[in-house]
């Protein structure tokens, strides 16, 4: 499964939909029903007798005398009948569906990780090293589904520098800003509006309010541009300054 998020350099790949279930609303207690007085109990299974003043056993209903002999039955509670409410008091609501996707992820990280250039401008010496870098942070983003507040977790896992002359450096390390720097390139030609391209590919988790982290299925990839450049070289030029300086 594939899609694209359009105007935002982001795009998912793989399986996208992760599913869990959020706590429904408890019903309502019922009251226990009341014991007193013989209503709220209906006979059941044979008689018991006992003799004339004898205890009765527990659960055990008084029904009349039998000859010198007290008769009792095995009783049990018969529920009250349920008392009116309002619509939806005291009822219970199912659970609700929440659903996660790569692609609700991706919408939430449209900044991706950064990209910088070293050196700065609209030019690069062909002489130089160009370096760029990004940042490893690991992004933290809220949403809200079914009414049920979710955090995610995003972590970028590779980078990908596509230099705009047919060469490409995919890692790990995002790279640093000069004099730490670790990932440069040296262009071989002069060209105009050069571009730096970085995808960036990020592994993420969702936390439901409440709850623990789940992984977020399929890829999300970020993608970010430079703005164009020049790759220029440098030249040489012969003046007379000197000798003139020189009275010469």
Not at 47 to 54: K, L, M, V
Not at 70 to 85: G, H, I, N, W
Not at 204 to 213: E, G, I, L, V
């Amino acid at each position: 499964m594939r899609g694209d998020i359009d105007g935002n350099g982001v795009t998912v790949t793989g399986t996208t939909e992760t599913r869990i279930q959020s706590p429904g609303r408890p019903a309502a207690a019922v009251p226990p029903a009341d014991a007193g007085g013989d209503a709220p109990y209906a006979a059941t299974g044979g008689g018991t007798d006992t003799g004339a003043g004898g205890a009765s056993a527990p659960g055990a209903c008084y029904i009349g005398k039998t000859g010198i002999k007290d008769k009792y039955v095995l009783c049990t509670p018969t529920p009250a009948p349920a008392t009116p409410q309002e619509e939806g008091e005291g009822e219970g609501s199912p659970p609700t569906t929440i659903t996660i996707t790569a692609t609700d992820t991706a919408a939430l990280l449209v900044n991706g990780s950064g990209l910088h250039r070293q050196p700065p401008g609209p030019q690069a010496l062909i002489t130089l090293d160009v370096i760029a870098y990004t940042s490893p942070d690991t992004r933290t983003l809220t949403t809200t589904v079914a009414n049920t507040p979710v955090t995610i977790t995003a972590t970028p896992t590779t980078y990908t520098f596509d230099w705009g002359d047919g060469t490409t450096t995919t890692t790990t390390d995002p790279g640093a800003p000069w004099p730490h720097h670790t990932i440069t390139h040296r262009y071989q030609h002069t060209a105009t509006a050069t571009t730096i391209t970085l995808t960036t590919t990020w592994t993420a988790t969702y936390t439901p309010h409440n709850s623990t982290p789940r992984p977020v299925q399929g890829t999300i990839t970020t993608t970010e541009t430079t703005p164009p450049f020049d790759i220029v070289r440098t030249t040489t030029q012969l003046t007379d300054d000197a000798e003139e300086a020189q009275g010469h």
